[in-house]
Nanobody, 114 residues
């Protein structure tokens, strides 16, 4: 059974940085595209970044140039480096497979204050 465990969130001031990690259990990680998602208070969960099995990346417009997604297949871990954080980046951040149905983890809270 696949499990996704996110960590690394916290409270920072605008302009600060955080690095999120997501450890994935199960055997499908290395061949699967992964994504980081976020859910702001009162809003729907949204995709912010994608990384393919081969390391190709794509970013949604609000985070382009500020966030970097990466992966370590040996550690079955996907990362999200977040720089120049803005108050609108506040939310719970989740990782998940992009094209494989899997239950969501508990997420990690990111709070950016002005």
């Amino acid at each position: 059974q696949v499990q996704l465990v996110e960590s690394g969130g916290g409270s920072v001031q605008a302009g600060g940085s955080l690095r999120l990690s997501c450890v994935v259990s199960g055997s499908v990680f290395s061949g699967a595209a992964m994504g980081w998602y976020r859910q702001a208070p009162g809003k729907q969960r949204e995709l912010v970044a994608t990384i393919t099995s081969g390391g190709g990346t794509n970013y949604e417009e609000p985070v382009k140039g500020r966030f970097t997604i990466s992966r370590d297949n040996a550690k079955k871990t996907v990362y999200l480096q977040m720089n120049s954080l803005k108050t609108e980046d506040t939310g719970v951040y989740y990782c998940n497979f992009r094209f494989i149905n899997s239950a969501w983890g508990q997420g990690t809270q990111v709070t950016v204050s002005s």
